[in-house]
């Protein structure tokens, strides 16, 4: 994608806690070492209705794409991403890219329910879309990596889907001797490492980025670029639908992790993190080129964006973990369709990307 | 796990916070974020967590001898937490990602 329509910050405002975040994942609780009083009810100010100029600038496209400081952009090692992304020399088989899970023909997922791996072998969850992964809070749809550079490297040494050491995989890539070059440019003075590879990986999937849709037209201010009924659905999401209490800003989605009701038995965030609300909990996909990504969820079980506004209508399984913001919304069938209309605006008419030729 | 629904339930029935917030240092939590990075306070002292925002949050830490967990809290509602060892400690909120700040516990 032309990630030169985009200007490149560096990402600022590290937390002070980034570090001890870190830590915390794996973690498990074992409550009462602090003193908790007793909860109370707190008056706040009644929120009056924002007015649609005021909703639609929140949903305002950003500027430029932020890079960490740790690892900033360059285009040398954007390039060198790009050749290890689409390489399947990066799996054990020489069989799997990140590009063949995470593929641009499909809004850069796989179009399946849920991911093949190495062996064929089928995944547990849906693959998730790469695109405005530079924006990400977190990683994986359970959370369990904190940045993108840690994410380039899970999926290549996971056993069920790249299966490749990362030792056997350096030494692959330093036999391959177009590739000894495009390191160098790329980390001047240092090794072709780890480190390095994902660096590059992550750069050039920072630069994955939604196109302009149909709705960026319309919150720019060209009325006619979408329908009235995605109008009315664009009040429904923000409104009696509740949608962007997690799918919120221009990308929709603040990362947040919520059981949604989804009848699975996959336990999600609750694995790193073992309290109630984060049992059957999944990290909020965004729902830019929405359409070009079904199935949806994180399990793959819904074939249609139909399908998913009756789930959220319904409300999902009653069960003590689901997200307190889960419950039947009694959408009338017009509802329900004009929800449909306003998400097929996030979809944008891409660029076709091309495949980047591999060193020998 | 804690199980806090029935407090909560007695809260919404009509208990009012008076001064005692004002007493307190206070955490909000408007617009997905925490009011402060970083607080200190001296050990035995309370915090004040209050939910300013439109959307529940799930407050906690895991930071060793100051572990809490106040459960999924809609907006309005505010809890009082105690840290009894002094170090730093991470507090989070487990649905939100981006809400982390630290609470430096000192003698």
Not at chain 1, 63 to 77: D, G
Not at chain 2, 7 to 15: K, M, P, R, T
Request: glycine letters at 8%; charged letters at 20%; aromatic letters at 8%.
């Amino acid at each position: 994608m032309p990630a030169s329509k985009f200007g490149r910050s560096m990402q600022t405002g590290s937390l002070v806690a980034a570090a001890l975040f870190t830590t915390l994942s794996f973690v498990n609780i074992s409550f009462g070492a602090a003193l908790v009083g007793e909860t109370r009810r707190t008056e706040l100010p009644s929120k009056t209705a924002a007015n649609l100029d005021a909703l639609k600038a929140q949903y305002r496209r950003p500027a430029s794409i932020p890079f960490p400081k740790e690892n900033p952009y360059t285009p040398q090692k954007m390039l060198l991403g790009k050749k290890l992304y689409f390489d399947t020399r990066l799996s054990v088989t020489s069989a799997q890219s990140c590009a063949s899970c995470h593929n641009p023909g499909f809004g850069w997922g796989d179009g399946l329910a849920v991911g093949v791996g190495h062996g064929m072998a089928k995944l547990g969850r849906h693959s998730p879309t790469v695109v405005n992964a530079a924006w990400g809070a977190i990683f994986m749809w359970d959370g369990r990596l904190a940045n993108l550079e840690e994410q380039a490297l899970g999926p290549i040494q996971s056993p069920g889907e790249m299966n490749m050491p990362i030792e056997q995989l350096m030494t692959r890539l330093v036999s391959i001797a177009e590739y000894k070059p495009l390191f160098a440019e790329a980390f001047p003075g240092e090794d072709m490492s780890a480190k390095t590879l994902a660096k590059a990986i992550a750069t050039y999937e920072r630069t994955v980025v939604s196109e302009r849709a149909p709705f960026d037209d319309w919150i720019e201010g060209n009325e006619q670029a979408i329908s009235e009924d995605a109008k009315r659905g664009f009040a429904l999401f923000n409104g009696k639908a509740q949608c962007s209490s997690c799918h919120e800003g221009w990308n929709f989605t603040n990362d947040g992790f919520q059981d949604i009701g989804l009848p699975s038995e996959d336990v999600g965030r609750g694995k790193f993190l073992a309290v109630l609300k984060m049992q059957h909990a999944f990290k909020t996909p965004g729902l830019r080129e929405i359409t070009r990504r079904s199935p949806y969820m994180h399990d793959g079980s819904l074939a249609t964006l139909e399908q998913v506004v009756e789930h959220y209508d319904s409300g999902g399984v009653e069960r003590r973990s689901r997200s307190d913001l889960m419950k039947p919304l009694g959408l009338a069938p017009q509802e329900k369709a004009d929800l449909v209309a306003f998400l097929k605006t996030l979809t944008s008419n891409l660029d076709p990307t091309g495949v980047p030729v591999l060193p020998r | 796990m804690r199980k806090l629904a029935p407090l909560i339930s007695a809260v919404l029935v009509g208990l009012s916070v008076g001064a005692a917030l004002a007493a307190n240092l206070t955490i909000t939590q408007k617009g997905r974020m925490f009011s402060s990075e970083s607080v200190s306070v001296k050990k035995g002292e309370m915090l004040t967590f209050l939910n300013d925002d439109s959307v529940p949050h799930n407050i906690l830490s895991t930071s060793k001898g100051n572990e809490f967990d106040l459960g999924s809290l809609p907006p309005g509602a505010s809890t009082d937490v105690t840290f009894k060892e002094a170090g730093d400690v991470l507090v989070i909120c487990a649905i939100h990602p981006r809400m982390k700040m630290v609470v430096t516990v000192t003698e």
